[in-house]
Structure formats: C-alpha cells, structure tokens
Nanobody, 118 residues
Framework: QVHLNESGGGLVQAGGSLRLSCAAS????????MAWFRQAPGKEREFVAS???????NYADSVKGRFTISRDSVKNTVYLQMGTLSPEDTAVYYC????????????WGQGTQVTVSS
C-alpha cells in the first residue's frame, strides 16, 4: 500500500509560479507511474501530468510548456513545477500512482489547494 502526501499549494497571483511536492511511502520506483491530477470546483477531475520510472513524461495540452513534472527517486518524491499560472489553474491538485500493468491509478493523496487570483 502506497501512502501519498501532497504539499506546496497556496494562493498565487496570475502569472506566478508554485511547486507542488508529493512524498510517497511505499514502493513507487521501478514499474510505477506517478501523476498529478486536478479538480476544479464543479468540474470533473482531470489529468495534468505523469512520469514513469524512466522519467518519461506526459502532459495535458492545457499545461504543456508551463508545468514540469519531475521525480527524486532517492527521496521517493514527485514534483510539479507550475509556471505562468492563470485563474483557470485553480483547483485541488492530487498526486496518484499506479503500477504499469494497472489501467487505473489506485493510490491517491489527499490533495492540495492551488488558488490563482487574477
């Protein structure tokens, strides 16, 4: 069982930056994808970015060029560097992980709120 704990959320002005962290306890190394999702008020949760054990990354079109996902395997932590933030990025951001043989992300963090003011 993997436990995920997000941090780094907060209030930022449009155009600003934030870095989210997700500390994992349990195995998240070889064979595991780590990802960030977000859910804005009144909207469904959506994929933001993912990274695998070879540090291959994937991004939602809405964040490409603005957000960067990375991982520190020694610290068992994944990061989401967010830049050029806009009010449309306001959401609760969740960290998640899945084994590559699984089709769905099964372990989730509690989420961290990101609010971007205009």
């Amino acid at each position: 069982q993997v436990h995920l704990n997000e941090s780094g959320g907060g209030l930022v002005q449009a155009g600003g930056s934030l870095r989210l962290s997700c500390a994992a306890s349990g195995r998240t190394a070889g064979g595991y994808y780590m990802a960030w999702f977000r859910q804005a008020p009144g909207k469904e949760r959506e994929f933001v970015a993912s990274i695998n054990w070879n540090e291959n990354t994937n991004y939602a079109d809405s964040v490409k060029g603005r957000f960067t996902i990375s991982r520190d395997s020694v610290k068992n932590t994944v990061y989401l560097q967010m830049g050029t933030l806009s009010p449309e990025d306001t959401a609760v951001y969740y960290c998640a992980t899945r084994y590559y043989l699984e089709s769905e992300y099964k372990s989730w963090g509690q989420g961290t709120q990101v609010t971007v003011s205009s």
